[in-house]
């Protein structure tokens, strides 16, 4: 079984209904009306409801910021890549979110959070050098990670290759890229890859990128923390999106077509 605490995360975890629930603990010095919301919610779904001291709810989160709730759950499934090559509205482009070797759990707990309210179709993880999709993720995300289709691979660029070949174009976050995310047409079929902290893209991934975008910056630092960068970027997608729904021109830049695969990239 999994931890999940806090009472955004288990009410999301609840309201999604993916996860199977073995029971749920409340700290019983915590009496207000959004934990009997909570605790009402659990009874009508079947799941188990006990109330312990805030101590014991602490030792079994290992952490204070359980906020008086703690879940035992089922671990979250991941998908395979081939279940994000369709969009969750038929017919609708498709955003997906790449994210290279994002290693600290509450940068993939916001970028989750944004991910989400941006209404991308789907996010790619990576199995090695990466952060996993622990507690910490789960509550930084405030529960949109229960939400959101998610595939972890092995080999990105592989996976990224998979994605071209389903026609989407590969689009890198990179403070090196030659075109302003803002000047770019973000309405068709695309993927957004993200860097590791610091660090930003593998170079095998930075090569398979078809394009490389930066954000331009004003101040004295070169970028942005990755999950502020990710969500500048998410959003301007979403905005050029709504726009073009509404039948306004976005920016003008790609035309949508089918990327060609790169040649002789392996694994790393």
């Known amino acids: 079984m999994e931890v999940l605490y806090g009472v955004h995360p288990v009410e999301e975890a609840l309201r999604a209904g993916r996860r199977r629930f073995d029971h749920v603990l409340v700290a019983r010095e915590r009496q207000d009306e959004r934990l009997g919301r909570l605790v009402a919610a659990c009874r009508e779904a079947g799941v188990r409801v006990r109330q312990e001291s805030r101590e014991q709810l602490t030792q079994v989160a290992g952490t204070t910021a359980h906020q008086g709730v703690v879940a035992l759950v089922r671990p979250q499934e991941f998908l395979a890549i081939e279940d994000l090559f369709t969009p969750i509205e038929p017919g609708a482009k498709r955003l997906v979110l790449a994210l290279d070797g994002v290693e600290d759990p509450q940068n993939l707990g916001a970028l989750l959070r944004v991910a989400d309210g941006a209404g991308v179709d789907g996010v790619v993880l990576t199995e090695r050098r990466s952060a996993p999709l622990s507690p910490v993720a789960v509550k930084a995300s405030a529960g949109a990670a229960e939400h959101l289709r998610m595939a972890r691979v092995v080999n990105l660029v592989r996976a990224l290759e998979d994605l071209k070949e389903q026609n989407l174009w590969i689009i890198g ?96």
């Open 173 to 268: 976050l990179d403070e090196r890229g030659t075109r302003d995310y803002d000047q770019f047409d973000l309405t068709g079929d695309c993927v957004l890859v993200l860097g590791r902290e610091g660090a930003g893209l593998h170079d095998l991934v930075r090569r398979t990128c078809d394009h490389l975008l930066s954000i331009p910056m004003s101040g004295g630092v070169s970028s942005l923390n990755v999950s502020a960068a990710g969500a500048v970027v998410l959003y301007e997608a979403a905005r050029q999106r709504r726009a073009a729904q509404r039948g306004s021109a976005p920016n003008a830049g790609l035309q949508p077509s089918k990327p060609k695969k790169q040649k002789g990239l392996g694994s790393r």
